[in-house]
């Protein structure tokens, strides 16, 4: 298992930094004192989001980030409704298990182009990564006229499948895989397992820090997609968070506590697993985006 | 199973290798290869959805440039490139280059800068759609005024809309870019930065000729990627922009709108898909472009 801790402090030290541990003189002070600004700045339309959602109407017009009354109404009311229940469930749903089935088929995929030599190799490797260059906004025709001669429009299968696998993560998956040695491959083979067995007890566990990264990154892109659902949905309760939110935010119109009330509850779950897992996105971040 | 057993261990593998990758090829045959030649198929025809599908020749792509209106969109699409891309490409780097000087709370600092990143597009489209309502509701007029600066129409004027719009989809996209330069930054080998010290090199010819030359793949990628991104941009135009979609006059519609109202809207599938086609196009020329430029420097 040496190898998942040979990656780690490598990406590691791409975060950590050498300057000198207390800003020393004033130039120092002055800029970390910027970027704290800057970083306040950052994160204000969150802030402000938060704090209206917890206002009364006759306070969302003052600019005071803490409400004179702090009220959850506007929550009860939002979910009461009964709507934001359903589409918040839709979007559990359909992110995790697109998720999963990245994760599985992304990897098995990247597994199998690394560590195989088989006839047609080269031609289904280049043919995937042909599929980076085609924008999702040139197949959502052809998806919707599938999905309405096969029945799929307005339901979760209609809604998950252009994004069960991906180029993307059988390209990250494939690059984490040549860190795994052949060796330990061939270990396994005359230990008597045979290649699924080996693909998953001995090449999976040694890429978990970039499985973990695909993760991240496809379950936050489907928490987040929009013009898809937004084509393959027609029925209210089939809405994703995102494709609820648009319709709800133009139907209360001008009553903007509800709006960001609902902005809150599809942006809250994220942040509150990034401020969990914190340093682990990060080193996800970084590894999906140079090795990807 | 005999016959399995029979084959030599190469064999083995090429079995395997195959039962591996049928369902992903079934997949990426179905859901990628198929529709991608069925958008160009479409882009040649007329076609309703309802009615029958008639073969046109190249009748859309015809009127889609004899249409002022693709023009005006394909400008924006261009716009928000334009100023999008060095935009969000300088401020990164300037925060970027900064962070990794200080260690102090650098990990909290780190945190709030990365925080946009996580959220979603249509939910902050809305809070900054709310910041820019007029006074007394809009957050960013009611500031202004309690300065006593004159109000500034944001959303609904021909030349502020767009930058407006602009503005969140920068903001949600540096987070990323910060950490990827951050990275980048960290894989310069010191040594280089020693051996300067030592000659006594200031430290803008550092910048310059060590720091940004080093950089180069990072700054390549991140231009590629955030190209691709405000040349797609949708999520924020649509949501920011309901009851008057694209904006007043058209003057914040980019192409993937355009592309979602003619065949979302007004059901003209093969008009549609001609622009997807030409939205295709646009991405393979810019990124190779860059890639190109950027490399050869």
């Known amino acids: 298992m040496a190898i998942a801790e040979e990656i780690r402090p490598t990406t590691d030290a791409l975060l950590k930094t050498t300057a000198p541990k207390r800003p020393a003189n004033m130039g120092q002070i002055i800029r970390w004192g910027l970027l704290f600004l800057g970083g306040i700045l950052m994160i204000m339309p969150i802030v402000y989001m938060i704090s209206t959602s917890l206002k009364w109407p006759h306070e969302i017009y003052n600019l005071k980030l803490i409400p004179d009354e702090p009220t959850i109404e506007n929550y009860t009311f939002v979910l009461q409704d009964g709507r934001f229940f359903w589409w918040f469930l839709n979007s559990i749903v359909i992110a995790v298990i697109t998720t999963l089935c990245n994760v599985l088929f992304d990897s098995l995929v990247g597994y199998t182009l690394c560590k195989f030599r088989f006839p047609g190799r080269y031609i289904i490797f280049i043919a995937i990564l042909s599929t980076l260059m085609i924008p999702t906004e040139m197949l959502v025709i052809p998806w919707y006229l599938m999905s309405q001669q096969f029945g799929w429009l307005d339901t979760y299968w209609g809604i998950m499948f252009p994004g069960l696998m991906t180029a993307f993560g059988t390209f990250l998956m494939k690059q984490f895989f040549e860190t795994v040695p052949n060796d330990f491959i061939e270990a396994a083979r005359i230990d008597g397992l045979n290649e699924l067995q080996i693909w998953w007890t001995v090449a999976m ?52 506590e509800l709006i960001m009330t609902g902005a809150a509850i599809s942006t809250i779950p994220t942040l509150i697993v990034f401020l969990i897992f914190q340093r682990f996105i990060i080193r996800g971040v970084v590894m999906a985006g140079l090795k990807g | 199973m005999n016959v399995y057993r029979n084959l030599t261990i190469k064999q083995k593998q090429i079995v395997w290798a195959w039962s591996f990758l049928a369902i992903p090829v079934l997949f990426y045959t179905v859901i990628r290869f198929y529709p991608t030649g069925n958008a160009i198929l479409i882009s040649f025809q007329d076609w309703n959805l309802l009615g029958k599908r008639t073969w046109t020749g190249l009748d859309n792509y015809e009127k889609l440039f004899a249409d002022p209106a693709f023009w005006k969109v394909f400008k924006n699409t261009f716009v928000y490139l334009l100023i999008g891309t060095p935009l969000s490409l300088i401020v990164s780097f300037f925060i970027a280059y900064n962070l990794d000087k200080t260690r102090f709370m650098h990990g909290f600092l780190r945190m709030l800068y990365f925080l946009p990143f996580m959220t979603s597009a249509v939910a902050m489209a809305w809070v900054w759609r709310w910041f820019y309502q007029p006074v007394p509701i809009g957050l960013f007029n009611n500031f202004l005024s309690t300065f006593g600066i004159p109000q ?22 540096l987070g990323f870019q910060i950490i990827i330069f951050m990275a980048g930054l960290r894989a310069i080998p010191q040594s280089y930065y020693e051996a300067a010290r030592i000659d006594g090199v200031s430290t803008w010819t550092v910048l310059w000729e060590i720091t940004i030359p080093l950089l180069k793949p990072t700054i390549v990628f991140i231009v590629v990627f955030s190209s691709i ?4 941009i949708f999520d924020h135009v649509f949501n920011m922009t309901t009851g008057n979609p694209g904006g007043p006059l058209n003057s914040t519609k980019p192409l993937v709108l355009m592309i979602y109202e003619t065949a979302f809207s007004s059901f003209d599938m093969g008009y549609a898909a001609a622009q997807t086609v030409i939205l295709f196009l646009v991405l393979l020329v810019v990124s190779l472009l860059q890639l190109r430029i950027l490399r050869d420097r």
């Open chain 1, 205 to 256: 566990p040694l890429v978990k820090p970039a499985l973990a990264a695909l993760a991240i990154f496809v379950f936050l892109g489907n928490w987040t997609a929009f013009i898809w659902p937004l084509i393959v949905t027609n029925s209210v309760e089939m809405y994703t968070l995102p494709v609820g939110l648009s319709s709800f935010g133009d139907e209360a119109d001008v009553a903007w």
């Open chain 2, 152 to 173: 500034i129409n944001f959303l609904n004027s021909t030349t502020n809309a767009l930058p407006s719009i602009l503005a969140p989809a920068i903001w949600a996209g």
């Open chain 2, 229 to 232: 991104g405000f040349l797609r």
